[in-house]
């Protein structure tokens, strides 16, 4: 029985080693991490796939076979005990009770005694006999308490039963479906290391792909329409799923887990800073688009229509707000530091002025890394662009003196090449938007500056589909395992032994009690029921 | 064992007058129940909102007067059906929850304007306030509860259980009130005040100090209150850092967390983890005396303090309320992880650390049932399980990634 014990711990100690280290992630990932000793003495423990390793596997064939053991010895005998009440019983036995009372009553007779008792106990199974002159007394409760433990002990076998057919059964594993895009059947999962692959008997088309977000950015609600086609015909037709919301198919069970880009086409237009040219650039989310001029690279990596962010200072209350649509990539190029770029299509507004565009940069490639770099320029009005070429023209062009007076007159003649004598009513704002950016863009070491132009999101829906034959298997064996356990918690085997004796002139009466568990609930429950009896018996007199 | 005095019942919980109002208070919770599947459309809309209206007051006024009548007159006929334990054990229950929900309205008339209230700024809810009530009651009591030691026949004793009570309405009326405020905040905002750490925070707090001030009813065990409000006062000032990081906003549920399991696992799992917070508690005071009688010690406070034994079977008591509970919570959540992602249990670390939990305390049980093991050993048990208790619960949020990420600092 104390190997019992043994398999818990051990069981316990080993489940905390693949909650620490990360399981099933890429091996080069572990390699990095552990170098070549540890990665490959972890690798040979199975420690990178702990929970289906052999030895963790034993372990739990272990834990099935000890409790078998205990309830092929155990359940007989209690079910001989459950049965079998023994009403005599010793004195010296009954001296041992935790709970004990003897009363001596006068002017009585046993058979009253009896009578008063049994009336009293009547919430007890109450069993009697006589042997040598006395009249025992046999008061039960909970009596069928030992259940609780072969229930839960066959629980236990019931579920691990369960989670093996559910292994060796049963399949889970994700599939992406592209909004709009063709049909799928394949799923993939993990197999210790390796991805796998497996083929649904039937296709999965997704229709529309909708996500509803609140105003904080958090995604609301996500949901899926799709078309199922068995054999190229349609059976199901137009079904949403959502989150908590699983579909059935041929008992295959098909979630709604996960959304992400299925390959959003991207515009882009590329502002180059050394002759001021604009040129466009078609691509899509996970493809790389090569500038053939500068061989400066970008791969696309992600799109987002709404960004989301709290614009409130620290201390001041939340302030959400939506910055647009954003692309993010990663740029390369000939003498370039490899970064993240996150480029918004609209600029950027603060108290109700347009500041220009703003860029993203993570020089770690992290997301939380993202720095904020204001470009000065609303690159989304071409009218800015066109300013920012004439003023740089005509600052090399201007003779004056100062610095200040330069700058003005090369801004009044580049506003007159650009807009002739019809200034637009901003133009201030333009002309603070071209200072900041002549000082801004200085600092940018690319030779173009990317922003999003245009785009067609497509959205992929991550679709889980599972079958799993153990799992009505494992509910049973739960809704036993909680049935054992409330009884054995809460329905404890207390007995009651009376024991009734005539003397010459007086009736003695011995109540013993004992419990096998709950002793304080019983102490309370004890000397409740010896003050009724003692109310009954002695002060009715 | 000769320290527990007897239960005393309030006159007002036995018999008929107890056994009437059971059957009141379960009528009621009939009426909610058939409201929601019988009643007008919009609960799916409208949340909670939609009990708080007159049609839905009167299907719950007509259960419980049904109840109330019916019992009534079943208890006239036959007396001795009321003498029902689990209506005399049970209607205390029904009347704090009762208490709660009207101290809930009361302080709901204090709300801001509705044009007030703004997702961006909660500071003008009342809930903050209350919130700070019971950080205040807990606080106050863990204190009195300790000076309660060394002068254990005044005042003080009293004091403390009135203000952990105190605390315990303070706090389970916030988060009623929370539940509501999250629907001022918008229909699509609200939800049940059970989604993110500070709220469990809250609900551990209540759950741990109910469960001990029942004992202490029962048993008459005041003095270890000392240990059980301290473990809750270090929760205090967790819950008090947490929110001046800006964590105890009401903010929106993620899709996964959008679903009726969520109400049923959450506060099952946290009868299970207050359940172990006390068990470690009396591990903790086993351990203090143990220490004290080995060596002799004759404090004066030892006089009133719980025996051993006492505390012993209050432990192996508390761990008894938490097994099943902390077992049907797993089961629970599994079932919503079938529900939700397609598998029951998928290792995830929260899971994992789930069945840990559950493997400690199983392997106490062992231990103690059959291996009679008892005492010292057994006291150092539930507080190491506790410990474990305590990283399944904030540990993993906090340093473990998976599916439970939800529970985590943002």
Known sequence: MSLAIV????????????????????????????????YWTFRSLGLFDMYHSPWFLTLLGFLMVSVAVCLWRNTPRMLREMRKRKVTIEDKSLQRFHHLKHWDLEKTDVATVQAHLEDQ???????????????????????????????????ILVILSGGWISVHFGFRGTMNVIEGGGQENTIRFLKGAKTEKMTMPFTIQCNKFYIDFYPTGMPKTFRSNLSIYDHGKEVVHNKDIEVNHPLIYKGVRIYQASFGDGGSDIKMKLFHLNDGSVSTVDSRVYSTYRDPKTGVSMEFTGFSAFNVENMAGPGEPKNFKDLGPAVTFIMRGPGLKPVKVKTFMNPFEQKGKNVGSLIMVSLSGDKKDFQPFSLGLDFSNPNDWKLLQAFGKHLIDSKEGNEQQANMQAFRAALHEVFGNKLPPNFQHMGIRVLQAMNNLSNVPWPF?????????????????????????????????????????????????????????????????????????????????LSNLEKMLVHQQ | MTAITAHRLDAINRGLPGFARFYGYVGAIVGVAAYAMFGAAGYQSNGLLHFLTASSASWIGIGAVAGLSGAT????????????????????????????????????????????????????????????????????AALLYITHLFAPN???????????????????????????????????????????????????????????LNFERRYNVRSMGAFVLTIVSAGVFFGIWLSSVGQADIKPLVPALQSYWMKIHVPMNFIGYSSFAVACAAGAAYLVRDRLERKGSNAKFLASFPTLDQLDQLAYKAVSIGFPAFTLATILGAAWAAEAWGGYW?????????????????????????????????????????????????????????????????
């Open chain 1, 7 to 38: 398999l818990l711990v051990l069981l316990a100690i080993a489940s905390v080693i693949g909650t620490v280290l990360l399981q099933n992630q890429a091996q080069t990932d572990y390699l990095a991490q552990f170098g070549p000793l540890w």
């Open chain 1, 121 to 155: 106990l009547r919430d007890w199974e109450i069993k009697s006999a006589e042997k040598d002159g006395r009249t025992y007394l046999r008061a039960d409760k909970g009596r069928w308490n030992k259940w609780g433990y072969i229930l839960t002990h066959a629980a």
């Open chain 1, 449 to 529: 500056i990317p922003i999003l132009q245009d785009y067609h999101q497509v959205y992929y829906t991550g679709l889980e589909l599972t079958r799993d034959p153990g799992m009505n298997v494992i509910w049973i064996g739960s809704a036993i395992l909680v049935i054992g356990l409330c009884i054995m918690f809460y329905l404890p085997h207390r007995k009651l032994w009376l024991v009734i004796e005539p003397m010459a002139d007086k009736v003695r009466l011995t109540v013993g009690g004992m419990t096998n568990r709950n002793r304080l609930g019983f102490e309370q429950e004890f000397q409740r029921t």
């Open chain 2, 73 to 140: 007159a079943l208890g006239l006929a036959k007396p001795r059906l009321a003498e029902s334990r689990l209506a005399m054990n049970m209607v205390s229950w029904f009347d704090g929850a009762l208490m709660m929900i009207l101290l809930t309205f009361l302080l709901a008339q204090f709300e801001p304007a509705q044009a007030q209230v703004s997702y961006n700024d909660q500071s003008n809810l009342v809930s903050g306030r209350i919130i700070m009530t019971m950080n205040v009651m807990f606080l106050a």
């Open chain 2, 154 to 212: 005044s005042l003080v004793g009293k004091l403390a259980t009135a203000s952990a009570w105190a605390g315990v309405y303070a706090g389970g009326s916030s988060l009623l009130l929370r539940w509501y405020e999250s629907y001022l905040l918008g229909l699509d905002i609200g939800h049940a005040p059970v989604s993110n750490l500070y709220e469990v925070f809250i609900l551990l707090f209540c759950i741990t100090s109910v469960i001990y």
């Open chain 2, 346 to 410: 998928s290792w995830d670390p929260k899971e994992t650390w789930a069945l840990i939990v559950w493997l400690t305390y199983g392997a106490y049980l062992h231990v103690r049932v059959s291996h009679g093991w008892q005492g010292r050993s057994l006291a150092w048990w539930t507080v190491a399980g506790f410990l474990v208790t305590l990283f399944c619960f904030i540990g993993v949020n906090m340093y473990l990634s998976g599916l439970h990420s939800y529970g985590r600092l943002t």
